[in-house]
Every structure is written in structure tokens, then in C-alpha cells.
């Protein structure tokens, strides 16, 4: 009778335990809006903070602003700052970033066909105005230094070829004058002229795809909502190394990059993402790849992703990379805080993983 009586009370502790719900995971602030109007100045002229943020006890600005109240701050930088709005709670913290670029010089417009071959970087800050095309048959080198700052939703599209290779002390930035709105990234598009593009040691950040979730179609729509900041269409011969992908997003595929059937193979070597995503939702045909995706990769185009970071990228799917129908090897990829994976694929077998966490 008393083993009977314990059998009951341990039952009912058992019942007890498994019933109780887990407690809700306490939210962190929300930050809905952090920019900077004018984006642009002179030197001597100010431009304003603005900020709309939920649930937050606490709200500072770095660069000197320091801990602010309300919702606007003016600042007066001396040169091209990017301010970081730290909102905080008991939960945790939330950030975002604002970009103020002082043009020195007055900088240079550019918009629509490039005929010059070279883009100085005297002649830098370079304010897109509009679209701008690199036509078949041409290749466009920016010199180390230089900083092409999006005055709207624009995109530079390659037809012909590229060569931006920066240095660690003097990178090549591809921004937007508001970080809001973004820019359209850039698009290689197909080519097969035999020659190579070379992105290296550049920062690639606001770039930000609108066009809808529904990622089936054609290439040209599939570059519309794909691949955030960079769009690599059937082209060979693509260098793209240690460079930084930062604040990009897009609906369908990639919140920083989409690689689409490229007719060779390669090697992207020491690249670092964060804060990268694809915001879905997840369909058939998309929201996945907060940081990369990559589709349509034969074993005779195997791509390898070798050195670098992704951290802080987010996805419904994949939330750093996302493969499919693909032939791609991971090696030696730090990984943290990827949202709600590191990486994801429907055909596992077609990935080689080397010292990458899952």
C-alpha cells in the first residue's frame, strides 16, 4: 500500500513537470527606424538622427552622441560617419546604423552608361543618381579608396566586367545615402566573354532587393528579389575575397548574395557577413539564405566558401546560407548567432563540410 501511495506522487510530480509551458522568451527592443536626413552634407553642415524604437529602457548613440531621449539628434560630422543606435532593455540589446557622408570634395555624380574605364579615387565620394550600366564589352576599375554612395533605390548593372580590388586600409564602399531605402544592389549579369570580375576587399552594405517573395521566374526577375547586394548571373571567372557584406537584405533569396547557374566554379575566400537577411516569407520558391544562397551549381561549377564569418544573419530557412541544387564545399567558416540555423539544403549529399558547424 505505501509503494502504491509513492507510485501516485511520483506520477502526479511527473504530470505536473511535463504540463508546465515553458516561460515566453523575453523580448528585446525593436528598433522599426534609425536615419539620417540629409545623408549627404558638406563640410560645416549638420544633418539629423532620427529614431523610432519599441520597448527599449535605455537609448545611446555612439560617435559622441551618447545617451539620448525623444526621437531626433543632430550631429555635425567632420567626415563620413556611420552612427550606431544602441537600444537596451533587461533582455538585451538592439542595434542599427545610420550613415552621414561628408563629401570633401563635392564629390562626383554618376548615372546612366559608364564609358570612362577608371573611377579615381580623387574623384571620390561618387553620388548615384541613377541606374548605371557597365556595357557589354567594357570593364570598369574603381581605384582603392573609393566610395560609390546610392542617392536612391539604384542598381549598378555589369554586363561587361568589373575590377574593384581595394586594400585593408583603403577598402571600396558600395553604400547607400540612406540606409532605409537602400540601394539595388549590384548585378552581374550573364556573360560569356571568357574574361574575370574582381571584388576584393570591399564593403558591400544597404543593399536592399524589393521586388516580391515569389522567387520562380526568369533571370531577370529572379535579380529583382534575390541577392541583396550582389547578384551573379551565368558568368565565369568571379574573385570574391575578403570582403564585408553588411545590413543587406532581400525577399526571396540571399540577403547579401544570390549565385545563380554560374558557368565556372570558384573560390570565395575570407568574405565576412553579419546582419544580413532574407525576410521571406517561406515559400516554394524563396525565404531563404539570410546571408547567401545559391541554386542551379553543377559538380563541374563546384563553388568552395573558405575562411571568414557569417554571424548575425537571419532567415526563415538557412539562416546564413541556404543551397539548392548545388555542389559547394564549406571550409573552416566561423559561424555565431545565425538566425534560425547556419546553413540549410534540401540535398545534403551534394555539400562537403569542413570544420563549418551545422
Same mark, same amino acid.
Given at each position: 500500500?505505501?509503494?502504491?501511495?509513492?507510485?501516485?506522487?511520483?506520477?502526479?510530480?511527473?504530470?505536473?513537470?511535463?504540463?508546465?509551458?515553458?516561460? $515566453?522568451?523575453? +523580448?528585446?527592443?525593436?528598433?522599426?527606424?534609425?536615419?539620417?536626413?540629409?545623408?549627404?552634407?558638406?563640410?560645416?553642415?549638420?544633418?539629423?538622427?532620427?529614431?523610432?524604437?519599441?520597448?527599449?529602457?535605455?537609448?545611446?548613440?555612439?560617435?559622441?552622441?551618447?545617451?539620448?531621449?525623444?526621437?531626433?539628434?543632430?550631429? %555635425?560630422?567632420?567626415?563620413?560617419? &556611420?552612427?550606431?543606435? #544602441?537600444?537596451?532593455?533587461?533582455?538585451?540589446?538592439?542595434?542599427?546604423?545610420?550613415?552621414?557622408?561628408?563629401?570633401?570634395?563635392?564629390? &562626383?555624380?554618376?548615372?546612366? +552608361?559608364?564609358?570612362?574605364? #577608371?573611377?579615381?579615387?580623387?574623384?571620390?565620394?561618387?553620388?548615384?543618381?541613377?541606374?548605371?550600366?557597365?556595357?557589354?564589352?567594357?570593364?570598369?576599375?574603381?581605384?582603392?579608396?573609393?566610395?560609390?554612395?546610392?542617392?536612391?533605390?539604384?542598381?549598378?548593372?555589369?554586363?561587361?566586367?568589373?575590377?574593384?580590388? /581595394?586594400?585593408?586600409?583603403? $577598402?571600396?564602399?558600395?553604400?547607400?545615402?540612406?540606409?532605409? #531605402?537602400? =540601394?539595388?544592389?549590384? %548585378?552581374?549579369?550573364? #556573360?560569356? +566573354?571568357?574574361?574575370?570580375?574582381?571584388?576584393?576587399?570591399?564593403?558591400?552594405?544597404?543593399?536592399?532587393?524589393?521586388? /516580391?517573395?515569389? /522567387?520562380?521566374? +526568369?533571370?531577370?526577375?529572379?535579380?529583382?528579389? @534575390?541577392?541583396? @547586394?550582389? =547578384?551573379?548571373?551565368? %558568368?565565369?571567372?568571379?574573385?570574391?575575397?575578403?570582403? &564585408?557584406?553588411?545590413?543587406?537584405?532581400?525577399?526571396?533569396?540571399?540577403?547579401?548574395?544570390?549565385?545563380?547557374? $554560374? &558557368?565556372?566554379?570558384?573560390?570565395?575566400?575570407?568574405?565576412?557577413?553579419?546582419? *544580413?537577411?532574407?525576410?521571406?516569407?517561406?515559400?516554394?520558391?524563396?525565404?531563404?539564405? /539570410?546571408?547567401? *544562397?545559391?541554386?542551379?551549381?553543377?559538380?563541374?561549377?563546384?563553388?568552395?566558401?573558405?575562411?571568414?564569418?557569417?554571424?548575425?544573419?537571419?532567415?526563415?530557412?538557412?539562416?546564413?546560407?541556404?543551397?539548392?541544387?548545388?555542389?559547394?564545399?564549406?571550409?573552416?567558416?566561423?559561424?555565431?548567432?545565425?538566425?534560425?540555423? *547556419?546553413?540549410?539544403? $534540401?540535398?545534403?549529399? %551534394?555539400?562537403?563540410?569542413?570544420?563549418?558547424?551545422?
Amino acid at each position: 500500500m505505501l509503494h502504491s501511495r509513492f507510485l501516485v506522487l511520483a506520477l502526479s510530480a511527473f504530470v505536473v513537470t511535463a504540463c508546465t509551458s515553458p516561460d $515566453p522568451v523575453p +523580448d528585446r527592443p525593436n528598433i522599426l527606424r534609425f536615419d539620417a536626413t540629409p545623408a549627404v552634407v558638406s563640410p560645416g553642415e549638420s544633418a539629423a538622427l532620427a529614431w523610432e524604437v519599441t520597448g527599449a529602457q535605455s537609448i545611446s548613440i555612439n560617435e559622441g552622441v551618447g545617451e539620448v531621449s525623444g526621437t531626433t539628434a543632430e550631429v %555635425r560630422p567632420d567626415a563620413t560617419t &556611420t552612427y550606431t543606435l #544602441t537600444a537596451t532593455n533587461d533582455h538585451g540589446s538592439t542595434t542599427a546604423n545610420a550613415t552621414v557622408v561628408v563629401t570633401t570634395t563635392g564629390g &562626383t555624380n554618376l548615372s546612366g +552608361d559608364i564609358t570612362t574605364r #577608371t573611377l579615381p579615387a580623387s574623384g571620390s565620394p561618387y553620388l548615384v543618381t541613377g541606374d548605371v550600366t557597365v556595357p557589354e564589352g567594357n570593364r570598369l576599375t574603381l581605384e582603392p579608396g573609393v566610395r560609390l554612395v546610392f542617392t536612391g533605390h539604384f542598381k549598378l548593372a555589369v554586363l561587361g566586367r568589373i575590377t574593384a580590388q /581595394g586594400t585593408a586600409e583603403r $577598402p571600396i564602399v558600395f553604400t547607400a545615402a540612406n540606409p532605409t #531605402t537602400g =540601394w539595388a544592389g549590384m %548585378r552581374l549579369a550573364a #556573360t560569356s +566573354d571568357g574574361g574575370a570580375d574582381f571584388l576584393e576587399r570591399c564593403i558591400f552594405e544597404y543593399g536592399n532587393k524589393v521586388g /516580391g517573395e515569389n /522567387g520562380a521566374g +526568369d533571370e531577370g526577375s529572379y535579380s529583382e528579389n @534575390a541577392g541583396g @547586394a550582389l =547578384w551573379i548571373g551565368s %558568368r565565369s571567372n568571379v574573385n570574391l575575397n575578403n570582403n &564585408t557584406f553588411r545590413f543587406n537584405k532581400a525577399p526571396a533569396f540571399g540577403g547579401a548574395i544570390m549565385l545563380i547557374a $554560374p &558557368t565556372s566554379g570558384g573560390v570565395a575566400a575570407g568574405n565576412v557577413f553579419h546582419d *544580413n537577411e532574407c525576410t521571406g516569407p517561406r515559400t516554394q520558391f524563396g525565404g531563404v539564405g /539570410g546571408a547567401v *544562397n545559391t541554386a542551379h551549381l553543377p559538380a563541374s561549377n563546384h563553388w568552395t566558401f573558405r575562411g571568414g564569418e557569417f554571424r548575425n544573419n537571419r532567415a526563415p530557412e538557412g539562416g546564413a546560407l541556404y543551397f539548392f541544387d548545388s555542389n559547394v564545399t564549406l571550409d573552416g567558416i566561423a559561424m555565431s548567432g545565425n538566425t534560425p540555423n *547556419n546553413w540549410g539544403t $534540401p540535398e545534403p549529399q %551534394r555539400l562537403t563540410v569542413i570544420n563549418t558547424p551545422r
